[in-house]
């Protein structure tokens, strides 16, 4: 066997550390003895250096805010509902309604709001549909379907003992309690002309907030949740 | 507490503990997530929007990542798939992305020789093709064995390897002219 069989590939293989046993020990030696091989893991090795320290200064830097951001505070507060809760309540600034109007609100989200039903100023039908209403009587948080159109947010209970669900789809999210009649839609969030991803973000987090203002006490856990639907939704 | 309500139980509690550490530790891979972006697309702002892309998707399909799996593959690897997306739509829209004399200088502020240096580098990346630049960036920036790269990649070994030469031998040739 002579160096010649030693290919491009193989060397630089080779000169990474890809190459172990009798067959590394065969390319050393060839290295080893031949100037022309010495060159090309010089050269090989010599490219690598100089491409690692061309970026390394940008994983040195600090991670800007707005990325990240997108990994901190909001979902931590999905995450730990009843501490966000309890640390909205120490340092609520604002009356529940203005995040709806507040400059704060992504401005690409379109939001309406429905609040305590007064009976003439709801514009539509309050209720949910036949195919959000299935998602609200059937879905769990623990165990629902990734890919599931509508997902559950959480479930909770509201100040009058009804349990409500908060929820987001690829389009809409809000949330809804159930009354006699059906799921009663409290608070809707509608993505306008941005995409779902922006939505998701951002609406989420609005709906999120709401339902927080809105809850008499934690989010239900899986077993009081799966109790609820077992019930039928219905408050004792 | 009956059999199911316990496992049910503990698949949301785990669920719970799971959401908080994922987060942190695409956080901890943040840095080196930004590394590659600025290698992929050229540019540390366009790097950026790339990284924020690849957020948004790793955290809606979060789910699709399997416990026990190395997180920093399958982040590279939905970023590299989202970046060959972008650039299939770029060229579709006819390639005015990035002017090659644009000043793109990624190690940023430096020495006048320094930053003419960093920017040869920078312009001899970008003429690379996708394939080679990534199998470049892989192994010769991000530090992954051939194997891994090519996991991320989606290719074989044997052609990680090969693209990488060429790639090297590509930058090489285009390093020795603008020295």
């Known amino acids: ?236 | 507490m009956d059999e199911t309500s316990v496992a049910s139980r503990l698949i949301h509690t785990k669920a719970r503990t799971l959401k908080i550490s994922f987060e942190e530790q695409v956080l901890d891979l943040l840095p080196r997530m930004r590394r590659f972006a600025a290698g992929l697309t050229g540019h540390p702002a366009d790097g950026d929007d790339l990284c924020q892309m690849t957020i948004e998707r790793v955290l809606t399909s979060q789910d699709k990542w399997q416990e026990g799996t190395r997180l920093d593959s399958w982040m590279y690897r939905i970023m590299r798939n989202l970046w060959i997306d972008e650039t299939r739509s770029r060229s579709r829209r006819s390639q005015t992305f990035v002017a090659e004399d644009a000043g793109l200088g990624i190690g940023g502020e430096g020495a006048q020789e320094a930053t003419v240096e960093l920017s040869n580098v920078d312009r001899a990346m970008q003429k690379l093709p996708e394939d080679q630049r990534e199998a470049v960036l892989l192994v010769m920036v991000e530090g992954y064995a051939y194997k891994e790269a090519a996991e991320i990649v989606g290719c074989p070994v044997g052609t990680l390897n090969s693209r990488l030469v060429r790639g090297r031998d590509a930058l090489m040739a285009m390093l020795e002219d603008a020295a």
């Not at chain 1, 990474?16 to 065969?26: C, K, N, P």
């Open chain 1, 1 to 236: 066997m002579s160096n010649t069989d030693i290919t491009q590939e193989e060397l630089a293989a080779w000169a990474d550390g890809e190459i172990s046993g009798a067959r590394a020990l065969f390319i050393k030696a060839a290295v080893a003895n031949d100037s022309g091989l010495q060159a090309q893991v010089e050269a090989h090795r010599a490219l690598k250096d100089r491409l690692s320290a061309h970026f390394a200064p940008i994983a040195e830097q600090p991670v800007p805010d707005r990325l990240a951001d997108l990994l901190r505070p909001k979902d931590a507060e999905v995450v730990d509902f009843a501490a966000a809760k309890t640390r909205l309540e120490e340092k609520r600034r604002l009356p529940r309604w203005s995040w709806i109007a507040g400059p704060a609100l992504a401005a690409s989200l379109a939001l309406a709001v429905f609040l305590p039903r007064t009976g003439d100023d709801v514009p539509g039908d309050p209720y949910a549909g036949t195919q959000l209403a299935a998602a609200l009587d059937t879905q769990l948080v623990a165990d629902q379907d990734a890919s599931a159109d509508t997902r559950i947010l959480l479930s909770f209970q509201n100040n009058g003992g009804e349990f409500c669900r908060a929820y987001a789809g690829s389009e809409a999210g809000g949330i809804a309690c159930r009354d006699d009649t059906g799921w009663r839609i409290e608070t809707m969030g509608s993505g306008s002309e941005t995409g779902r991803t922006e939505f998701r973000q951002a609406g989420a987090a609005q709906i999120m907030a709401a339902a927080q203002d809105m809850a008499a006490g934690d989010a239900l856990d899986a077993d009081a949740e799966a109790a609820a639907r077992e019930a039928g939704w219905q408050a004792d």
